[in-house]
C-alpha cells in the first residue's frame, strides 16, 4: 500500500540553525501538506501547496518557514532560523482532492527538537 | 472560544463495550467533517469522512454529524484492544482544504 515518508525521524539542532524536513507523497498525489504538533497540544495546519507554488498557509508559516518541491518526488519544509519553540512533530500529509472526498493520508513525522 | 473542542481524556473502557467520542466546533462554515486515529509516535490516520450532516458507518464505525447542534461523534461497537489511541477530530470549510483540528482523545480498550 502506498504510503507518505519522511526523513528524518528525530532531527536535533541548536537555536538559530537551518533545518530541512524532508517527505515523499503518495506518487500520484499533486496536493501536499505541512502540519506540526507541539507536545501535548493540537495538530496545527501550516501550509498547502500545489503545482509548485503555495495555495494557503497559515499565520504560524511565517518568513522563517519556506517549502519546495525540489524534484519530482520530495516536498520539503525549510525553517531558516530555528527558534525553541519550533520544537514539535512536523507531519508531511498528500492528497489526490477528488471531488467528493478529499482523504488527507498523513506521513509517520519528524520529531524536531531545538536545543 | 476555541473552534474545535474535544475532551482529551483518556477514556478507559472494558473489551466490547461501545465507545462514543465527541467534538463540538463554533464555526458554522465547516462542511467537512473527519475522525482520525493516532499510534502512539505515528501520523493520523484517517478513519471516518463525511460532508454535511448525517450518519455515516464503516464496519464497527459511525460517524454523526448533527450541524444544527454543531456537534460530531464517532462510534466504535465491539471495541478491541487493538482500537486503543488517540482519536482526532478535524473539519474544514469547504473553500479551503486546511485541517482544523480538536485535541484527541486518549482511549483505552481493557481487555
Known amino acids: 500500500e502506498p504510503e507518505v515518508t519522511q526523513t528524518p525521524s528525530h532531527q536535533v539542532t541548536q537555536m538559530g540553525q537551518e533545518v530541512i524536513l524532508r517527505c515523499v507523497p503518495i506518487?500520484?498525489?499533486?496536493?501536499f501538506y505541512w502540519y506540526r504538533q507541539i507536545l501535548g497540544q493540537k495538530v496545527e495546519f501550516l501550509v498547502s501547496?500545489?503545482?509548485?507554488?503555495?495555495?494557503?498557509k497559515s499565520e504560524i508559516f511565517d518568513d522563517q518557514f519556506s517549502v519546495e518541491r525540489p524534484d519530482g518526488s520530495n516536498f520539503t519544509l525549510k525553517i531558516r532560523s530555528t527558534k525553541l519553540e519550533d520544537s514539535a512533530m512536523y507531519f508531511c500529509?498528500?492528497?489526490?482532492?477528488?471531488?467528493?472526498?478529499?482523504?488527507?493520508?498523513f506521513g509517520p513525522g519528524t520529531r524536531l527538537t531545538v536545543l | 472560544q476555541k473552534e474545535v473542542e474535544q475532551d482529551p481524556g483518556p477514556l478507559s473502557v472494558p473489551e466490547g463495550a461501545i465507545v462514543s467520542l465527541n467534538c463540538t466546533y463554533s464555526?458554522?462554515?465547516?462542511?467537512?467533517f473527519m475522525w482520525y486515529r493516532q499510534y502512539s509516535r505515528k501520523g493520523p490516520e484517517l478513519l471516518m469522512y463525511?460532508?454535511s450532516s448525517g450518519n455515516k458507518e464503516d464496519g464497527r464505525f459511525t460517524a454523526q454529524v448533527d450541524k444544527s447542534s454543531k456537534y460530531i461523534s464517532l462510534f466504535i461497537r465491539d471495541s478491541q484492544p487493538s482500537d486503543s489511541a488517540t482519536y482526532l477530530c478535524?473539519?474544514?470549510?469547504?473553500?479551503?482544504?486546511?485541517?482544523?483540528w480538536g485535541a484527541g482523545t486518549k482511549l483505552i480498550i481493557k481487555p
Open positions: 478535524a473539519m474544514r470549510v469547504g473553500s479551503n482544504y486546511q485541517l482544523i
Open positions: 464555526n458554522s462554515a465547516f462542511q467537512y
Open positions: 463525511t460532508y
Open positions: 506518487s500520484n498525489h499533486l496536493y
Open positions: 501547496f500545489y503545482n509548485n507554488e503555495i495555495s494557503e
Open positions: 500529509a498528500s492528497s489526490e482532492r477528488l471531488p467528493t472526498v478529499d482523504e488527507q493520508f
